[in-house]
């Protein structure tokens, strides 16, 4: 079974500034997705940004972007120039490849970007 | 059209209705599925559609009763609910159960669910 971690549950950043969200996660599968949801107070769960487990080359999404080190299990968040519309709950999530995969969430971080 | 709508966005119903969630999608997408989320908790799992078949239940209890009549459009029907069950239920689709492609799932706005 796969387990995905968010440890922090609240962060606050400045306006302009940059932020990073923390999420690690446990499988033993080789073929995984790793992927950061945004939920708004708006509530429309929103992706961010995806990872494919085979790449080593981090992805990157304009403002967003995560730094994936596979071998310590680690798929961080980070948000540069934060904005007040990045105001939301986060949620990293793992789904592994193949039929029927489901999507496991980590239990969100509420980011607030103060002007 | 790349959304998924979700009708109504609010309910509020008593524990003797019977009321209807709509989910509905026209990205050809094959897998649907329906999350019963609380406030400040991730999404929980509850049913999984592949192909208009429904693939997994995630034990949920029979006064809910999923139901997908095309592969556009996806029910939910509540029956008898408790005040507990009072949560957002989000649905979401994926281009197939297969799909290997990373683009993961789309969701819908949800409906907010009030049970009295």
């Known amino acids: 079974a796969q387990t995905v971690t968010q440890s922090q549950p609240e962060m606050s950043v400045q306006e302009a500034e940059t932020v990073t969200l923390s999420c690690t996660y446990d499988t033993s599968e080789s073929n995984y997705y790793l992927f950061w949801y945004k939920q708004p107070p708006s509530r429309q769960m929103i992706l961010v940004i995806r990872?494919?487990?085979?790449?080593?080359q981090n992805a990157t999404e304009n403002r967003f972007s995560v730094n994936f080190q596979k071998a310590a299990k680690s798929f961080s968040l980070k948000i540069s120039d934060s904005q007040l519309g990045d105001t939301a709950m986060y949620f990293c999530?793992?789904?592994?490849?193949?039929?029927?995969?489901?999507?496991?969430f980590g239990k969100g971080i509420t980011l607030s970007v103060r002007p | 059209d790349t959304e998924v709508t979700q009708t109504p966005k609010h309910l509020v119903m008593g524990m003797t209705n019977k009321k209807s969630l709509k989910c509905e999608q026209h990205m050809g997408h094959r897998a649907m599925y329906w999350y019963k989320q609380k406030a400040k908790k991730p999404p929980e799992l509850m049913f999984v559609y592949s192909y208009e078949k429904l693939s997994i239940n995630e034990s949920v209890p029979s006064r809910f009763s999923p139901e997908c009549p095309n592969s556009s459009l996806l029910n939910l029907h509540l029956h008898a609910l408790q005040p507990e069950d009072s949560a957002l239920y989000l649905c979401?689709?994926?281009?197939?159960?297969?799909?290997?492609?990373?683009?993961?799932?789309?969701f819908g706005s949800g409906t907010r669910l009030t049970v009295v």
């Open positions: 999530a793992f789904m592994r490849g193949g039929a029927n995969s489901k999507l496991t």
């Open positions: 990872q494919e487990a085979y790449k080593q």
């Open positions: 979401a689709s994926r281009r197939a159960p297969r799909d290997t492609s990373n683009y993961g799932y789309t």
